[in-house]
């Protein structure tokens, strides 16, 4: 018990904010305005095809934002695991039908 009084009055207080382990990734997005992490691709929305994109890649989640407002785009659970898979939110995709709903055919079927 002495050593470890000893130890305890060594120790550094605990840092006050929050560590969040993420990897930041950019990319520019596809022509179906997809980003691809880790040989997964999440969709962003059409409105964002060829454009940059920034995303934060945590254990369990991947949050797409936009580079030059930081706003926040879309949010998915991580996929983890070689198959190549896109992750989509229906509403993205949903708002791209509602100006061309021809679209629906051309529509990724989800995550293979």
Known sequence: MECFDEDRKALMPLPSTRFDPIRWESGK????GRIEIDSNRYLAGGKWHGGKL????????????????GEMIAEYPRRYGGASSTLQDPALVSLA???RDGNWRYTPKGPT
């Not at 920034?54 to 407002?69: K, M, N």
């Open 29 to 32: 997005a596809d022509r179906y």
């Open 54 to 69: 920034l995303a934060a890649a945590g254990w369990d989640s991947v949050r797409i934002t936009d580079p030059s407002s």
């Open 97 to 99: 039908l509602r100006h």
